[in-house]
């Protein structure tokens, strides 16, 4: 299975250990946007030696989710493993024409009125009008940048509800497995100022629609850890 809750791990993408390659991992499915025709490509590969999930994207957008509820305070460590092949000419994390990134590891948030001011809690009414559901309240994205400085945090270009974190930047790891690990928790509260509400889901994505360039990319397990 891709999931395994036992007392202090919660395995969302146990991809070491997934099924059958030239697949996607169960538990997981695509995630699609509206006007964007062109798919990035998801399979499960072996990589030195490693089962992992593979990203093709040629001037492409979509991403693979995990529709998961976890409560962050009680697991907020988030550890992944990624490796990117080649880095963006056009990449810039401030502008719409920009937004695009050979890895991006992101997390989901629940819509928690509490957590919302007025006029929050009307943009996500006439959402639900326009939609038939909520949608997330927020969304951390932990990116691998492809010119932006290492640290920065910036709001998505396309909306402030989407924080953007540089965990890595350039091309002086290309090729080469990294893992990182993040206190989850914290970078909510650093971005948006309050408590995160429940977790409602986790996704990879490798996009190139904006900049119109290309990119390989693979993905290792994605854990969360208590403290």
Known sequence: PSNVRTGSVIEVGKFSKAGELDSIPQGWEPLTFKKINNHTRYTLV?????????AVSNRSSSGLIRKISIDPAEYPIITWQWKIT?????G???KKQGDDYPARVYVTFTYDPSKLSFMEKTKYNVARLLYGEYP?????????????RQGT??????TERAMMIVVRSGDSMLNTWVREERNL????????????PTISGVAIMTDTDNTQ???VTFYGDIIFKKQ
């Open 153 to 158: 945090v910036v709001p998505n270009p396309y």
């Open 46 to 54: 072996v990589d030195e030696g490693m089962r992992v999930v593979k």
């Open 136 to 148: 997330p309240q927020g969304a951390i994205n932990y990116i691998w940048g492809s010119k932006a």
């Open 213 to 215: 360039e290309s990119a």
């Open 86 to 90: 080649n880095i963006f000419e056009k």
């Open 92 to 94: 810039d994390v401030t």
């Open 185 to 196: 928790y914290e970078d909510y509260k650093k971005a948006f100022g309050t408590e995160p």
